[in-house]
C-alpha cells in the first residue's frame, strides 16, 4: 500500500490548531493507493495519484471527502442534496467542479439512480476510511475522550424503527452528543434504502443482499384473534382449520402474505389461504385483528402486550411459524466505521433488554427448557 501526504496548513505543535483545521476543512493529511490500482507517481517527498493532480496542485480538502462518501451512500443527486442540505442545482455545481478538478468522470447521472464510475468508488471508498481516521485522529488528540463524531445514517421498518430503533438511537445519540444522528423510516428498507444508508434494519427473510449481516434478534411470529372474532367463530386447532377463517394478510419484504407454513414436532403444514383483507402496514393488521375482522399473524413483539391484555388470543401455540429475524445490514466497505458498529451492538443490547424480549427472542423456548 502507498501513502500520499498532501500539504498540511496546521501547525503540528498544537493540538488545537490540527483539531480546528481539519474540521474547518483547511487540510487534507493522506490518501491510501492499492497497489495495482490507478498508479501514484512520486513527486518529491509526496506520491501523488493521478485523481490528485488537480490543476497541477495535489489538493483535496476534508469536505471533498465528505460529499463523496455521502455520494456513495445516496441512491440520487436528490437525496444527496437533502442529506448535505443544498438544493440539487448546487451539488451538481459541486460534483462538475470536483470532476474538472479530477480530470475524470467520478459519477454517472440518470434521471433515477447515481452510480460511481470506477475512479469515483474508489475515491469515495478511500474517503470514507480516511474520515473515520480523522475522526480518530481528532478523538486522540483531544486527549483520547471518549464519543463519536460525524454522521450516522439508520434505515429501519416503520414499526420496528418505532418501537426498537428510535429509542436506541436517541439514547446512542445521547451517548455520543458530536454525532450527527439520521432516522428514516422505510416500507421497503432493504429495497429503496440499503445503498444509501450507514446501517438498514430488515425483519424478515433476507434476499439478495450484498451488505454485511449482523444479527439483532430472533423474532417469533405469532397467530392472533380478537376475543369478539373467537365468539363468532371457533377456534383454529390445526392449520388445515384456517382455510375456514377470515385471514388478514400483510404484504411487506416482498413475500407472499397467504402462503403460510406452520411445524411442530418436525412436521410442516403448508396452508394457502385466501386473505380477506391485505394491508402493508403491521400496526393497520393489528388494529384489524383487534377490531375482530379476522385472523393475523405478526411478530410477537407487536402482539404480546395485546395477548396479556386479552385484546387478542394467540392461536395454534404450539405450531410454529418461520421467523422474522431482525439483522443489521452493513454495506461492504474496507472498514466500517467504529460509530456504525457501535450503534450496532447498542441496538442489540437495546433489543435484549426489551421487557417483552423473552416472548420473543428465541429465550422464551430456553427458559421451558431449562
Given at each position: 500500500?502507498?501513502?500520499?501526504l498532501?500539504?498540511?496548513?496546521a501547525?503540528?505543535?498544537?493540538?488545537?490548531?490540527v483539531v480546528n483545521?481539519?474540521r474547518?476543512?483547511?487540510?487534507f493529511?493522506?490518501?491510501?493507493?492499492?497497489?495495482?490500482?490507478?498508479p501514484?507517481?512520486?513527486?518529491?517527498?509526496?506520491?501523488?495519484h493521478?485523481?490528485a493532480?488537480?490543476?497541477?496542485?495535489a489538493?483535496?480538502?476534508v469536505?471533498?471527502?465528505?460529499f463523496?462518501a455521502c455520494l456513495?451512500?445516496s441512491?440520487?443527486?436528490a437525496?444527496a442534496?437533502?442529506?448535505l442540505e443544498?438544493t440539487?442545482p448546487?451539488?451538481?455545481v459541486r460534483?462538475k467542479?470536483?470532476e474538472?478538478?479530477?480530470g475524470t468522470t467520478l459519477?454517472l447521472?440518470t434521471?433515477?439512480?447515481?452510480?460511481?464510475?470506477d475512479?469515483g468508488a474508489?475515491?469515495?471508498a478511500?474517503a470514507?476510511?480516511?474520515?473515520?481516521r480523522?475522526d480518530n485522529a481528532?478523538?486522540?488528540?483531544?486527549?483520547?475522550?471518549?464519543?463519536?463524531?460525524?454522521?450516522l445514517?439508520?434505515?429501519a421498518?416503520?414499526?420496528?424503527?418505532r418501537?426498537f430503533?428510535?429509542?436506541?438511537m436517541?439514547?446512542?445519540?445521547?451517548?455520543?452528543?458530536?454525532?450527527r444522528?439520521?432516522l428514516?423510516?422505510?416500507e421497503?428498507?432493504?429495497?429503496?434504502?440499503?445503498?444509501?444508508?450507514d446501517v438498514v434494519?430488515?425483519v424478515?427473510?433476507?434476499r439478495?443482499?450484498?451488505a454485511?449481516?449482523y444479527p439483532l434478534?430472533?423474532n417469533a411470529?405469532?397467530l392472533?384473534?380478537?376475543?369478539a372474532y373467537?365468539?363468532?367463530?371457533a377456534?383454529?386447532?390445526?392449520?388445515?382449520?384456517?382455510a375456514r377463517?377470515?385471514?388478514?394478510?400483510?404484504?411487506?419484504?416482498?413475500?407472499d402474505?397467504?402462503l403460510?407454513?406452520?411445524?411442530r414436532?418436525?412436521?410442516t403444514?403448508?396452508?394457502?389461504?385466501?386473505a380477506a383483507?391485505?394491508t402493508n402496514?403491521?400496526?393497520?393488521?393489528?388494529r384489524w385483528a383487534?377490531a375482530?375482522?379476522?385472523?393475523?399473524?405478526?411478530?410477537?413483539?407487536h402482539?404480546?402486550?395485546?395477548v396479556?391484555?386479552?385484546?387478542?388470543v394467540?392461536?395454534l401455540p404450539?405450531?410454529q411459524?418461520p421467523?422474522?429475524d431482525?439483522v443489521?445490514?452493513?454495506?461492504t466497505?474496507?472498514?466500517?466505521?467504529?460509530?456504525?458498529?457501535?450503534?450496532?451492538q447498542?441496538l442489540?443490547?437495546q433489543?435484549?433488554a426489551?421487557p417483552?424480549a423473552?416472548?420473543w427472542?428465541?429465550?422464551e423456548?430456553?427458559?421451558?427448557a431449562?
Amino acid at each position: 500500500m502507498r501513502w500520499m501526504l498532501w500539504s498540511i496548513r496546521a501547525s503540528s505543535s498544537s493540538r488545537r490548531g490540527v483539531v480546528n483545521a481539519a474540521r474547518s476543512g483547511w487540510w487534507f493529511v493522506f490518501m491510501t493507493c492499492m497497489v495495482g490500482a490507478l498508479p501514484a507517481r512520486r513527486t518529491g517527498h509526496c506520491y501523488i495519484h493521478p485523481l490528485a493532480e488537480l490543476h497541477g496542485a495535489a489538493v483535496l480538502t476534508v469536505e471533498d471527502l465528505r460529499f463523496m462518501a455521502c455520494l456513495s451512500r445516496s441512491a440520487s443527486l436528490a437525496q444527496a442534496a437533502r442529506t448535505l442540505e443544498v438544493t440539487p442545482p448546487s451539488l451538481s455545481v459541486r460534483l462538475k467542479a470536483l470532476e474538472t478538478r479530477a480530470g475524470t468522470t467520478l459519477v454517472l447521472r440518470t434521471t433515477r439512480r447515481l452510480s460511481l464510475t470506477d475512479a469515483g468508488a474508489q475515491l469515495a471508498a478511500t474517503a470514507v476510511d480516511l474520515l473515520e481516521r480523522l475522526d480518530n485522529a481528532e478523538m486522540a488528540l483531544r486527549g483520547g475522550q471518549s464519543g463519536f463524531s460525524g454522521s450516522l445514517r439508520i434505515v429501519a421498518p416503520f414499526g420496528f424503527g418505532r418501537e426498537f430503533v428510535a429509542p436506541a438511537m436517541a439514547g446512542f445519540g445521547r451517548l455520543h452528543p458530536a454525532l450527527r444522528c439520521e432516522l428514516v423510516l422505510s416500507e421497503r428498507p432493504t429495497r429503496d434504502q440499503e445503498g444509501a444508508a450507514d446501517v438498514v434494519v430488515h425483519v424478515g427473510e433476507l434476499r439478495d443482499s450484498s451488505a454485511v449481516a449482523y444479527p439483532l434478534a430472533r423474532n417469533a411470529r405469532w397467530l392472533c384473534a380478537s376475543p369478539a372474532y373467537l365468539r363468532e367463530h371457533a377456534a383454529p386447532h390445526v392449520p388445515s382449520d384456517l382455510a375456514r377463517h377470515r385471514i388478514l394478510g400483510l404484504r411487506e419484504n416482498d413475500e407472499d402474505a397467504t402462503l403460510w407454513h406452520l411445524e411442530r414436532d418436525g412436521t410442516t403444514e403448508t396452508v394457502r389461504l385466501k386473505a380477506a383483507m391485505v394491508t402493508n402496514d403491521g400496526e393497520t393488521l393489528v388494529r384489524w385483528a383487534v377490531a375482530g375482522h379476522g385472523i393475523a399473524m405478526r411478530s410477537a413483539w407487536h402482539v404480546e402486550r395485546l395477548v396479556a391484555a386479552e385484546a387478542l388470543v394467540r392461536l395454534l401455540p404450539s405450531w410454529q411459524l418461520p421467523s422474522a429475524d431482525a439483522v443489521a445490514l452493513v454495506p461492504t466497505r474496507r472498514n466500517a466505521a467504529a460509530s456504525v458498529l457501535g450503534f450496532v451492538q447498542h441496538l442489540k443490547r437495546q433489543i435484549a433488554a426489551h421487557p417483552s424480549a423473552i416472548h420473543w427472542t428465541g429465550r422464551e423456548s430456553a427458559a421451558a427448557a431449562g
